[in-house]
């Protein structure tokens, strides 16, 4: 049994794009004197990230990055690691994946092993400020998880689930929520732009209204009810907050939200089916 709290663990990671970059920032940080091995088709791309460490090295071949690392973090696109073929890692191996769609039944075929962790994280990862629901098999210890979870909560919040059905429900929510949500301020921006508003005048005002919604509902603590509250006491009968509230509510607002999270939860599902 390696020695899972030292610098015995030596991480892997396959896939040296957007997210294996990212992970391999937030590994450096949390365990700096821990060896990094790194593996993507095109080596180019591993080379880079190594220079950024004394520690890092660049893999020949997916068995020697294997074979050769104590936790494995898959970071390949899900139709890439279809395509890879079958490896029979040690049986103590930590496997990480980060893909979306792909199962740990998948994982576990491929790989031949049971002690695997299935995450979701999102694109504000790379800003310490994503969400990352994750889950695992029986066969991960506390140990290896605290681990994990100590590199998920450098690149934001980290959520544990008992279940990996959950993670097509977080892929619905925190997966693609800075989506949604940027998707709400280009609307607002363009309705500003409408009134009259220059471009750089609308994108102040939105801007900042966000921020300023965002400190306020942490304010009043973030709580459905707390939030109902807060607007009740903003908006006053017959004012202008209420009409355009009353509007929203016409237009069933909730409902589209709704319908819209549902429909990504149910590609998740079309996607986890596609994968495995
Ligand atoms: N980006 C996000 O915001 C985000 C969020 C949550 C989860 N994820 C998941 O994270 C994973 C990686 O996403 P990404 O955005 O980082 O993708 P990416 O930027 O395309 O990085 C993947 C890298 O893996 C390389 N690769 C492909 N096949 C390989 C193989 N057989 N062996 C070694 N390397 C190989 C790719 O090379 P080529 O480019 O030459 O093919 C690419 O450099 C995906 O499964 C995705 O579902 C991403």
Not at 221 to 242: A, D, P, Y
């Amino acid at each position: 049994m390696k020695d899972f709290g030292g610098k015995n663990i030596t991480f892997g990671i396959l896939g040296c794009g957007t997210m294996g970059g990212i992970l391999f920032r937030v590994i450096r940080k949390a365990f700096p004197d821990n060896r990094v091995l790194l593996y993507d088709k095109n080596s180019k791309k591993g080379f880079i990230l190594s220079k950024k460490s004394k520690l890092a090295c660049v893999s020949e071949n997916i068995h020697e990055l294997i074979k050769k690392s104590t936790i494995l973090i898959l970071a390949v696109k899900p139709q890439d690691f279809l395509k890879i073929e079958k490896v029979v890692a040690e049986k103590n191996k930590l496997i990480v994946s980060i893909m979306a769609g792909v199962s740990i039944k998948s994982i576990a075929r491929k790989f031949k092993t049971k002690k695997i962790i299935r995450a979701m994280p999102n694109m504000a990862s790379g800003f310490s400020s994503g969400v990352t629901g994750w889950t695992s098999t029986k066969y991960v210890s506390e140990k290896e998880k605290d681990i994990i979870k100590d590199v998920f909560n450098l690149m934001g919040a980290s959520y544990y689930f008992a279940s990996e059905n959950k993670i097509n429900d977080v892929t619905a929510v925190s997966g693609s929520g800075p989506a949604y949500f940027l998707y709400t301020i280009i609307c607002f921006i363009k309705s500003a732009i409408k009134l009259g508003f220059s471009k750089k005048e609308a994108l102040n005002l939105v801007k900042d209204t966000f921020k300023g919604s965002y400190v306020l509902a942490n304010k009043v603590g973030f709580s459905v009810k707390n939030l109902e509250n807060l607007i009740k006491q903003v908006s006053s009968k017959g004012g202008t907050t209420e009409v355009a509230l009353k509007f929203f509510k016409k237009k069933k607002f909730e409902k589209i939200w709704e319908q819209s999270v549902m429909s990504a939860f149910k590609r998740a599902v079309e996607l986890s089916k596609k994968y495995n």
